[in-house]
């Protein structure tokens, strides 16, 4: 049984809007619990556990969001002052309040990446030398599936292209996996293909595994027994976290192999909107949940573009001044596409019909 809004508005604007399944609430209510600080929360521990073998990594940590792990996972690669390589659309480097220089004191040194991907040749050409001037450059930072670039999968052998750049000169790579098994799912193979050639990575519960709230940062055991330290620090250290655990145990038993239906819906909808007049949708770049449409066609801003949405029913969110984002997820099936795919139909011609008046 599913927990859906009652409500027509059809949602779009990201995965973390998705509820929690009645199972999953089921799952909170009987939770065993202790205090985690103490680390006597057995559903923690369990949900823990589990990640790091599906990881296939020695030990995990619960944070509350994706930009905790983030910031846990910068703050224990690194030291205060260290130059940080990532890419120049990344959620690190966008979306999260600068986190990454303001708490972290981190210099972040952003390349900018094909589709999200980052070359081998352009991270080796940016690692700083060792001299008076120059800051240590001691971590490298991809994302996938990456969200501004819409969904791309890094491929596990971009992946290992890179890992030999960052061995060979001492640096760790990180990867922020906030939807790694939306890239799993994409390319059919086992989540640790993406993960054995990272140190260490953070996933989220609570995109399109439809958790409430949760994050967890995966990796060897010392990195964890730092990142639990600096979750302490960072006011991170949770008492009854089963709570939160209770349905990541779920999420990760039961609500990865459906994000097979997420991509279909997203295909579906960006190749019925690639259909439609002043509107523009990179296809190749359709190869998850995000869907980026491109109205600049239509002779309007994407702010412009979106509040139309909004009076038929319809939410995305804002991408950049001519883009406009779509996601899919769980709780949208394929009715829902088709309504949405009328509803942008209709404030394309609408907006077509202002333009040419
Ligand atoms: N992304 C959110 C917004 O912050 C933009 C979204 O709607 O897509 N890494 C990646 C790749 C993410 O996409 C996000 C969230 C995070 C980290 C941060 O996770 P939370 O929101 O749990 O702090």
Same mark, same amino acid.
């Given at each position: 049984m599913?927990?859906?809004?009652r409500?027509?508005?059809?949602?779009?604007?990201?995965?973390?809007v998705?509820?929690?399944t009645?199972?999953?609430?089921?799952?909170?209510?009987?939770?065993?619990?202790?205090?985690?600080?103490?680390?006597?929360?057995?559903?923690?521990?369990?949900?823990?556990?589990?990640?790091?073998?599906?990881?296939g990594?020695?030990?995990?940590?619960?944070?509350?969001?994706?930009?905790?792990?983030?910031?846990?996972?910068?703050?224990s690669?690194?030291?205060?002052?260290?130059?940080?390589?990532?890419?120049?659309?990344?959620?690190?480097?966008?979306?999260?309040?600068?986190?990454i220089?303001?708490?972290?004191?981190?210099?972040?040194?952003?390349?900018?990446?094909?589709?999200?991907?980052?070359?081998?040749?352009?991270?080796?050409?940016?690692?700083?030398?060792?001299?008076?001037?120059?800051?240590?450059t001691?971590?490298?930072?991809?994302?996938?599936?990456?969200?501004?670039?819409?969904?791309?999968?890094?491929?596990?052998?971009?992946?290992?292209?890179?890992?030999?750049?960052?061995?060979?000169?001492?640096?760790?790579?990180?990867?922020?996996?906030?939807?790694?098994?939306?890239?799993?799912?994409?390319?059919?193979?086992?989540?640790?293909?993406?993960?054995?050639?990272?140190?260490?990575?953070?996933?989220?519960?609570?995109?399109?595994?439809?958790?409430? +709230?949760?994050? =967890?940062?995966?990796?060897?055991?010392?990195?964890?027994?730092? @990142?639990?330290? &600096?979750? %302490? #620090?960072? /006011?991170?250290?949770?008492?009854?976290?089963?709570?939160?655990?209770?349905?990541?145990?779920i999420?990760?038993?039961?609500? +990865?192999?459906? =994000?097979?239906?997420?991509?279909?819906?997203?295909?579906?909808? @960006?190749?019925? &909107?690639? %259909? #439609?007049? /002043?509107?523009?949708?990179?296809?190749?770049r359709?190869?998850?949940?995000?869907?980026?449409?491109?109205?600049?066609?239509?002779?309007?801003?994407?702010?412009?573009?979106?509040?139309?949405?909004?009076?038929?029913?319809?939410?995305?969110?804002?991408?950049?001044?001519?883009?406009?984002?779509?996601?899919?997820?769980?709780?949208?099936?394929?009715?829902?596409?088709?309504?949405?795919?009328?509803?942008?139909?209709e404030?394309?011609?609408?907006?077509?019909?202002?333009?040419?008046?």
């Amino acid at each position: 049984m599913t927990t859906i809004k009652r409500s027509d508005t059809i949602d779009l604007r990201s995965d973390t809007v998705t509820l929690p399944t009645e199972e999953m609430l089921e799952a909170i209510r009987n939770a065993e619990l202790g205090d985690d600080v103490y680390r006597e929360d057995p559903t923690v521990n369990r949900l823990e556990e589990m990640a790091a073998k599906k990881m296939g990594k020695e030990a995990a940590l619960l944070v509350p969001s994706g930009t905790m792990a983030n910031l846990v996972s910068l703050m224990s690669n690194t030291k205060r002052g260290d130059c940080v390589i990532l890419e120049a659309e990344s959620h690190i480097y966008w979306y999260e309040v600068g986190g990454i220089s303001a708490i972290a004191g981190l210099l972040p040194w952003p390349i900018r990446g094909h589709m999200g991907a980052l070359d081998p040749r352009d991270v080796e050409a940016a690692i700083r030398p060792k001299n008076i001037h120059f800051p240590d450059t001691t971590l490298v930072c991809i994302e996938n599936t990456h969200n501004r670039a819409g969904g791309t999968v890094i491929t596990p052998r971009q992946i290992e292209a890179l890992s030999k750049v960052t061995r060979e000169h001492g640096l760790k790579l990180y990867m922020d996996g906030a939807r790694i098994f939306n890239a799993a799912v994409a390319l059919k193979v086992d989540v640790r293909e993406f993960t054995r050639h990272v140190d260490n990575l953070m996933f989220c519960l609570s995109k399109g595994l439809s958790c409430p +709230i949760g994050s =967890l940062v995966v990796g060897d055991s010392e990195f964890i027994e730092r @990142a639990r330290r &600096i979750r %302490k #620090i960072l /006011g991170g250290g949770m008492r009854q976290a089963g709570i939160i655990a209770a349905p990541g145990i779920i999420a990760l038993e039961k609500m +990865i192999d459906r =994000l097979e239906e997420d991509h279909m819906n997203a295909r579906i909808l @960006a190749e019925g &909107i690639a %259909k #439609i007049d /002043g509107l523009y949708v990179d296809l190749k770049r359709v190869q998850t949940n995000i869907v980026l449409v491109d109205v600049s066609g239509l002779g309007v801003d994407a702010n412009t573009f979106i509040a139309e949405l909004k009076k038929h029913g319809l939410l995305a969110s804002y991408h950049s001044r001519t883009i406009v984002r779509m996601v899919t997820h769980y709780g949208i099936v394929r009715e829902h596409i088709e309504k949405a795919l009328t509803k942008i139909e209709e404030v394309a011609k609408y907006l077509r019909s202002q333009a040419d008046s």
